[in-house]
């Protein structure tokens, strides 16, 4: 009879790849290895022989592409620095810190707000901007180990988000109407050139409320060098018409066909026509050409970026154009000279046009090298090959095609200055040249146009780096023209600077005066509209967000700061008579340990073994009373504690009153301490107490109070009801939860106060409990329906607070997400909600998850689109010789198509608009009530089973192994692919979706047979004993 304890065969055999304990050394020859690594490999081979073509092929290969599970690890390791180094590198000042820790907390409208706010190109400055050499140098994570955030990229995600909700910009809704606003805002505006520089310029405009402005651009297509000069795989057409889009929501409007010079505009025409300011934002359209490059042409194989650039352009990027153009068509060995940003541009596009080979060949070292790292090392991964030290000396052309270049080599000398030996010389077999050695102004028509405004010496208008004024003191000039900047960001910083010297001078021509401090207007959207009030118990609420009772409460100076951020209540320390005053120890308040090792902000726990305040009562109360003189539409709340005396409460209870608070909350229960005197929780564990405690409260005075309950009881319900039958107008749940947070390896505690080292239970806070405060909530909500509740416990995001909302709370107090970070993290809880109320309004939206849409397969955060899918036509691992073959699979298919045909348009227009009421706090509370009761409310019939995405895989193996070692031993692990597959026996449990690491690569389905569950023997059968 076989043991009930021995897995059976089939089992050992699924059970071949689980980890085992291994008593002794392996031993594998060193030729086997190197053969095993190349089948696990999954980075590139150096050997170039075996890469893929990457002809027609543009699609996203940006190193910063994020999916969202990446997005939200490395936001959480953002510090959210002091004064931030980061912001103070960026060229439009980017709360960049603010929009890091939104994208932590899930709320991607604020961190889209925030850096659309300074930035009105962020989705493009987050695909392009070279942020190795501006906020990320600036990173403190630069000094540790783990190395610098990737910023660009999470800005990339957090507005491609944003793209996906269809939202329109409009004016922040607390500046006047524009029908309020002077005649001055009615002046005419041109900017041309619809590039960044335009586009940032025209945003802020029309945000301070201006009516009349109108972008000029000669082409038929609006972005710039944004749309001509940047490929479609690092910077997608509609990215650019989205952004533009945005802008035109605030009434700018865009002609196209129309430039400077040769017949076009003229800034003393356009003045003449009445507009009564101009912006230049043209760029610089002409090449820098050397004279070694003279009388060549494109049909002899000569290419300038200019001309080359935006023919890729043209025939990549989907909605540019309609002139269905195809891809220039490259071949064997090219040169791209020149090493900036442009001419890795030309490099990596040439690739993709047909090149065999491209050298990148350059005047100076790599140390010299002005292109962003991030550029370089796309180049160098695609096999592109450097050769540095080397001016172009003569092309060698043959039946009038280019077939060779001849270069000199160059030495850079003891001063620093550079020189050219004639006497070493390099050939090199060309078939094509690219010529990438920057821009200049150039055309003689475009600069007569400009007229009066002067020029410097080096061919741009005079501007003063400041206001960006020309000579002419109607005129502005920013981006490529103004010669200040270098990059698209810094481009769309010219337009914002100038828009609001733009906007002094416009003023200054009507008499009206304009504050010295520039106060350009935020973005918003019609989310932004969004009421948050809510009533309780006759109180109105701005927010239902809140300061609890604790450290962030220490004085009323920080109460007053916490009331200036946003925060719509604060309660105080809580404070007790003079008689029972105390004095803290310290060390006190110390990081939690249920997370691991986690050093720094973003702890999931604390543990404080703080007291109450050590200021006395007649503090509190004064400065109660001046934070109601000062603050009318915020909510003060005090909290008292005193030990269980009738007098002592009603003295205490009516002196807040006497001082002007707004409510009451009785802590009766805190957990450290205050019990010990016969208070906090030595009166809130015992229901008779806390009857007694809110009845006397409830004799004394005619305010509001809360009775603040403990979890360190039994069943908290029946204190809240205890607390109801005394009178009390509603409950906080909850307090800290008592723990000993954990002993080093010498058994000593941590906090160890003392000479001894002597510790105490503390209180527990922060994301650890909270899943005992929702119980605690939903539970008193359900049996006490409509009895109001502030929550607290845990509360670090809107999405948490809508948890807590959704189970009964009416408003919320927070405390350790402040620890972990500072006031100010109101506003994103802010606008989180804003977001998530109005989205549930959206239709469109109805499959997003609160404000994450669903998920996209991807590997590496790049989306597998359904067509590349049934090319590659199996699933496939992202390793090895698994690899090559999706790799060359998709390589055939894209030889084949039609590039614009291929890639997919993202409009994101029209906007989408509410389908029905947006609900509001109060719809909100108690929404899951009816989903959470007893065990034997729950269907035993309805069961799920596990599905694997085998597309999103990453092979990790962390379902096969909890499956084995927790669970029910249903999911398969092949030994070659490492793809695992869910078997029948599998029972729903979801375990294996809790441990996978890729989001929603495995997902829970109905089961389509009937669950019998394995009872090892069957029912009515005795045990056999051996």
Not at 306 to 324: D, E, T, W
Not at 727 to 735: F, S
Not at 953 to 978: E, R, V
Request: glycine content about 8%.
């Amino acid at each position: 009879m076989s043991k009930l304890s021995v897995e059976p065969p089939d089992i050992e055999g699924l059970l071949a790849l689980n980890p085992k304990v291994r008593n002794h050394a392996n031993l594998v020859s060193t030729v086997a290895t190197k053969k095993a690594r190349m089948h696990w490999k999954r980075n590139h081979d150096k050997d170039c022989s075996t890469c893929g073509s990457l002809e027609r092929n543009f699609d996203d290969i940006k190193h910063t592409t994020l999916s969202e599970r990446a997005a939200l690890r490395e936001a959480g390791r953002c510090l959210k620095c002091a004064d931030a180094p980061c912001q103070k590198s960026c060229p439009t000042q980017l709360d960049i810190k603010s929009f890091i820790g939104s994208i932590a907390t899930k709320n991607y409208y604020g961190a889209s707000k925030a850096i659309f706010s300074d930035n009105p190109l962020g989705l493009t400055c987050g695909m392009v901007c070279p942020t190795s050499d501006l906020c990320v140098g600036g990173c403190n994570l630069y000094a540790a180990e783990e190395g610098p955030i990737n910023i660009g990229g999470l800005q990339q995600f957090a507005t491609e988000t944003f793209k996906q909700m269809r939202l329109p910009q409009i004016r922040d809704p607390s500046l006047p109407p524009l029908d309020t606003l002077p005649e001055s805002y009615h002046a005419k505006v041109a900017l041309i050139g619809c590039g960044p520089a335009s586009i940032s310029c025209a945003t802020f405009l029309a945000r301070l409320g201006y009516q009349d402005l109108t972008i000029f651009e000669k082409y038929d297509y609006i972005g710039g060098l944004s749309s001509l000069e940047i490929p479609q795989f690092r910077l997608p057409y509609d990215v650019v018409a989205f952004e533009v889009e945005l802008m035109k929501d605030l009434g700018v409007k865009v002609e196209l066909g129309k430039g400077l010079g040769a017949g076009g505009l003229s800034v003393k025409g356009l003045l003449e026509d009445g507009y009564e300011a101009i912006f230049l934002g043209i760029g610089l359209p002409e090449p820098k050409i050397v004279p070694v490059f003279d009388g060549l042409s494109v049909e002899q194989g000569f290419y300038t970026s200019k001309k080359f650039l935006p023919l890729v352009a043209q025939s990549s990027k989907p909605g540019m154009c309609a002139c269905k153009s195809k891809l220039p068509k490259v071949y064997g060995n090219v040169i791209v000279l020149g090493v900036g940003d442009t001419a890795f541009d030309c490099a990596t596009s040439a690739l993709r046009c047909g090149a065999r080979k491209v050298y990148i060949v350059f005047r100076k070292g790599f140390t010299n090298i002005r292109a962003v790292p991030e550029e370089m090392e796309l180049a160098k991964e695609e096999k592109c090959e450097f050769l540095p030290f080397l001016s172009p000396h003569k092309v060698v052309t043959k039946d009038g095609r280019i077939v060779a270049m001849e270069f000199c080599r160059t030495e850079q000398l003891d001063d620093g200055s550079w020189t050219i030996d004639d006497e070493q010389t390099v050939k090199l077999k060309a078939d094509f040249v690219i010529s990438a050695f920057g821009s200049q102004l150039g055309q003689s028509d475009v600069a007569k146009a400009m007229s009066p405004v002067r020029f410097t010496s080096w061919g741009v208008p005079e501007i003063h780096p400041e206001t960006m004024q020309t000579s002419e003191v109607a005129v502005f000039c920013g981006g490529d023209l103004g010669g200040y900047c270098n990059t698209t960001v810094e481009a769309v910083n010219d337009g914002k600077q100038a828009s609001w010297h733009m906007h002094k001078y416009l003023q200054s021509l009507h008499g009206l005066f304009v504050p010295v401090e520039p106060r350009l207007p935020p973005f918003c959207t019609p989310v932004d509209l969004v009421d948050l009030s809510v009533d309780m118990v006759g109180l109105h609420f701005d927010n239902p967000f809140g300061l609890a009772s604790a450290t962030p409460t220490t004085s009323s100076a920080m109460m007053r700061r916490g009331f200036e951020a946003g925060w719509s209540f604060a309660l105080t320390k809580t404070f007790g008579l003079d008689k029972d005053m105390i004095t803290n120890v310290s060390p006190r308040i110390v990081r939690g340990t249920t997370v691991g090792h986690v050093f720094g902000p973003g702890q999931g726990a604390f543990l404080n073994i703080e007291l109450i305040s050590e200021k006395t009562a007649a503090y509190w109360c004064q400065s109660i009373n001046e934070l109601k003189r000062d603050f009318k539409n915020k909510i003060v709340i005090a909290s008292i504690m005193c030990a269980f005396s009738k007098e002592d409460w009603t003295e205490l209870a009516q002196m807040a009153e006497r001082a002007g608070a707004d409510a009451l909350e009785l802590n009766l229960s805190c957990p450290h301490g205050m019990g010990e005197r016969g208070m906090g929780l030595a009166c809130g564990q015992d229901t008779e107490l806390v009857s007694n405690i809110c009845r006397w409260v409830r004799q004394a005075v005619k305010i509001p109070f809360f009775a603040k309950l403990t979890p360190n009881v039994t069943e908290i319900v029946d204190i809240a009801k205890a607390a109801k039958e005394g009178g009390a107008d509603g409950v906080t749940a909850t307090n800290t939860v008592s723990g000993l947070m954990g002993l080093k390896g010498s058994s000593v505690a941590w906090p160890a106060v003392g000479k001894e080292q002597k510790t105490t239970y503390g209180g527990v806070s922060g994301n650890a409990i909270r899943p005992i405060a929702l119980r605690a909530v939903s539970a008193i909500a359900n049996s006490l329906p409509g009895f109001p509740i502030l929550a607290t416990g845990g509360i670090d995001s809107s999405e948490a607070a809508l948890q807590f909302l959704h189970a009964g709370a009416t408003v919320v107090q927070v405390c350790s997400a402040i620890h972990n970070q500072d006031f100010t993290v109101v506003q994103d809880y802010l606008t989180g909600l804003q977001a998530m109320l109005y989205l549930q309004a959206v239709d469109e939206l109805r499959d997003w998850d609160g404000q994450s849409p669903p998920t996209a397969k991807h590997q590496q955060g790049k989306v597998i689109t359904p067509k590349i899918k049934d090319v590659i036509g199996k699933s496939l691992p992202s390793f090895g010789p698994y690899l090559k073959e999706k790799e060359q699979r998709v390589a055939n298919y894209k030889k084949t198509i039609e590039v614009l045909e291929e890639q997919p348009l993202d409009i994101s227009r029209p906007v989408y608009k509410p389908s029905k009421p947006i609900p509001s706090v109060k719809d909100m509370i108690g929404r899951a009530l009816p989903r959470v009761g007893a065990y034997n409310d729950l269907d035993n019939t309805d069961q799920v089973v596990a599905i694997i995405d085998e597309d999103m895989c990453i092979n990790c193996g962390k379902c096969y192994m909890t499956c084995n070692d927790s669970g029910y031993q249903a999911i398969t692990f092949d030994p070659l692919s490492h793809l695992p597959h869910v078997t029948e026996d599998c029972t729903g449990c979801t375990l294996c979706v809790s441990v996978c690491p890729i989001i929603d690569c495995i997902k829970m389905v109905s089961r389509t047979t009937p669950y019998q569950p394995r009872r090892g023997l069957p029912l009515g059968v005795a045990p056999v004993y051996a």
